[in-house]
């Protein structure tokens, strides 16, 4: 009986599942004469233009916050250590450091290497 009510409960589950994917689901068709190379480009074209600007004014300010913080408290750690044990170790806050640096000019190129 219990086998009976799971089976008709997953078969429930999968015929829900497959019903959305068909209501929700969009059929797209490229031009007239069926170029769907074109369609595509075409679609990307207008797109990358927003997605660098999406990129160049969220992402990159995000992960230079990210980095920043995490260089400054690296930076303030390595100072009480060196308080502590009288040495200074730079490895991690000069790879931090690395990081920003490259994170806050990347902008500047980053596009011209991926060809946007």
Do not use: H
């Not at 068909?22 to 059929?27: E, I, K, N, P, V």
């Not at 007239?32 to 927003?50: F, K, L, P």
């Amino acid at each position: 009986m219990k086998s009976i009510c799971k089976n008709k409960k997953l078969l429930v589950a999968i015929v829900l599942v497959l019903m959305m994917v068909f209501a929700l689901s969009t059929t797209a068709f490229a031009t007239g004469t069926g170029d769907v190379a074109g369609a595509v480009e075409s679609t990307w074209t207008d797109a990358s233009a927003q997605i660098k600007q999406v990129v160049n004014n969220v992402v990159f300010p995000c992960i230079d916050l990210i980095l920043a913080v995490f260089f400054f408290a690296k930076l303030s750690m390595a100072y009480f250590d060196y308080r502590k044990s009288g040495q200074f170790e730079w490895t991690a806050p000069a790879i931090l450091f690395a990081c920003l640096v490259f994170s806050i000019t990347a902008p500047l190129y980053v596009w011209d290497i991926i060809g946007i």
